[in-house]
């Protein structure tokens, strides 16, 4: 006989579970004791936002779910916004919330929700377990449902006086999930329309890639000489400086890769949904369109349709669609026009425009390009600072982590979630003032385990994303967006963490290089100018 609690952690010892991230609360205190002597790593986040996105993060690095404990009531609120991450970034999470105990339901007992109503547009499943025999089916399925067809996150409510029942159950199998696959027919009809296209082209993404699949993406261009562009913030899956990389298809795309994308005649969508971000608002892509020189392959079969009509719909994963494919002999060959395409990624990435003031995003990001190890993972949110980052920074696999929700605080928690899962790897935030003013706290996570991360603050007293909108749609009417920020310096300091603050760009490199050499958590405030909103552009213009 066992309490439920104890099953429960049980049973995600059984699903290779390394960690849980959590705010702890009483309605699972049951399930933090069945931890205590687990094994497992429990990560302690100040806030239930920060705690499920360093889940959301560890299931997007390891294709696996992520898990996340909080308390009910405003416990799961604050974690929706992982939720909500999980859900449009297709990741595998599970979110466990303490729920009141069984014989108070409907009484609106302290902190109740009814959270099949709160969580239920968003998340792939939401089941609240009353029945503690049922633990290990329940969680089974769990991770069944975040890992297939298009991963996303799963809610399981788990009632207080439930966990402490005793039970006589065994806890479940590993989970290992189907992958679908094309069918030979699909190949026929995606080689013949390829081979008789003047200008194909790959826009890749999404989720349920591994390091593998990402090389077979690398084979199969290479064999039939297919430029290759990387769907928002799915940039690590091809090399940057491979030769068939030609670039960033998301906010601030390169002119010409726009053009490129619109124009192709056999676009192969492989992985990704083509949403507003990629899609430049769905202005690329008629909807529903033709179908005419459209291939659409994704592992979520609700998705094949969805938007698009395609010439050619594929259910598979990447991995499984491009070891089919490398089977095939390429009998065509467009490498003069991959060239081509990466020659004018590299004209738009080469030098960032020089910026306004005496610290500038553009000099930081060349900066950060030269000096940071190859193998660095580059953590970040959103706002204006990112597309920087985006557009000249060079990716590697495994090297972006950064919400293609766009959301904000996103880069500190993840930052916990990546060094926990390489301690031996150089972490990076990238994080504008408002950004990491939404999760900053989580910065003592870091202090408190010395995990090596350096943390970037760039800072310009506004929100520069919503200021820049506002100049433009009603100029000379500023309100909202101006902020007084702390001294971040200062700040991190009183954590026990070293600092340094920016005001010249010549600076930024001396304090780069004394951060990297540093063990455990560096935080490098910059003093921007509120000018200086977008690469070679002034918010006045």
């Not at 687990?38 to 992520?66: F, L, N």
């Not at 699909?186 to 003047?198: C, G, H, I, P």
Request: net charge negative; hydrophobic share 40%.
């Amino acid at each position: 006989m066992q309490s439920a609690g104890h099953l429960l952690v049980k049973c995600l010892k059984n699903q290779a579970v390394e960690r849980v991230f959590c705010v702890p609360g009483e309605s699972y205190l049951a399930v933090l004791d069945g931890l205590y002597e687990s094994g497992m790593e429990t990560i302690v986040a100040r806030h239930e936002g920060g705690a499920s996105m360093m889940a959301e993060a560890d299931g997007k690095m390891t294709g696996r779910p992520g898990v996340c404990m909080v308390t009910r009531g405003p416990g799961a609120t604050n974690a929706s916004s992982g939720v909500h991450i999980a859900a449009q970034d297709s990741t595998p999470m599970i979110l466990f919330i303490g729920q009141i105990g069984r014989q108070m339901r409907g009484r609106e007992a302290f902190q109740e929700m009814d959270y099949r109503a709160v969580f239920g547009s968003v998340a792939k499943w939401v089941e609240e377990i009353d029945d503690a025999t049922r633990i290990p089916e329940i969680i089974n399925h769990a991770w069944h449902v975040a890992m297939s067809g298009r991963p996303g996150p799963v809610v399981i409510a788990l009632p207080e006086d439930m966990l402490r029942d005793m039970v006589k159950v065994q806890s479940g199998p590993r989970v290992e999930v189907a992958s679908p696959a094309p069918t030979l027919g699909d190949l026929k009809r995606f080689v013949t329309l390829l081979e008789n296209s003047s200008s194909p082209m790959i826009v890749a993404g999404g989720s349920r890639w591994s390091e593998e699949d990402a090389d077979m993406l690398r084979q199969f261009s290479e064999k039939w000489g297919i430029p290759v562009g990387l769907s928002f913030r799915r940039q690590h899956l091809l090399d940057a400086n491979h030769a068939n990389y030609a670039g960033d298809v998301g906010l601030g795309i390169n002119p010409a890769l726009k053009e490129r994308v619109a124009n192709s005649d056999c676009l192969l969508l492989l992985g990704c949904r083509f949403s507003e971000n990629p899609s430049q608002g769905f202005s690329l892509l008629d909807m529903p369109g033709s179908g005419k020189g459209l291939v659409h392959v994704h592992p979520g079969a609700e998705e094949l349709g969805r938007i698009y009509a395609t010439e050619v719909s594929i259910n598979a994963t990447p991995g499984t669609f491009l070891s089919s494919l490398l089977e095939w002999d390429a009998r065509a060959n467009w490498q003069d026009r991959a060239d081509e395409a990466h020659q004018s990624y590299l004209d738009w990435i080469n030098e960032p425009p020089a910026g306004v003031g005496d610290v500038t995003m553009s000099n930081a990001i060349a900066v950060l390009r030269d000096k940071l190890p190859d193998d660095a993972i580059l953590c970040n949110g959103a706002g204006n600072y990112a597309i920087w980052l985006h557009r000249f920074y060079r990716y590697k696999w495994g090297t972006q982590l950064a919400p293609t929700s766009g959301t904000m605080g996103y880069g500190m928690p993840a930052a916990i979630a990546a060094a926990k899962r390489n301690p031996n790897k150089t972490i990076v935030v990238l994080a504008g003032d408002g950004c990491f003013q939404m999760h900053g706290m989580e910065f003592g996570v870091a202090c408190e385990h010395n995990l090596n991360i350096k943390v970037i603050v760039c800072d310009n007293e506004v929100y520069g994303t919503i200021k820049m909108h506002q100049d433009r749609d009603y100029p000379g009417r500023v309100s909202g967006t101006r902020m007084k920020n702390p001294d971040f310096k200062a700040w991190a300091k009183s954590y026990g963490a070293n600092a340094y603050t920016v005001i010249k760009d010549e600076e930024f490199e001396i304090c780069l290089d004394k951060a990297l050499n540093e063990d455990g958590p560096v935080l490098l405030h910059l003093k921007l100018d509120s000018r200086d909103i977008a690469p070679g552009k002034v918010i006045e213009a």
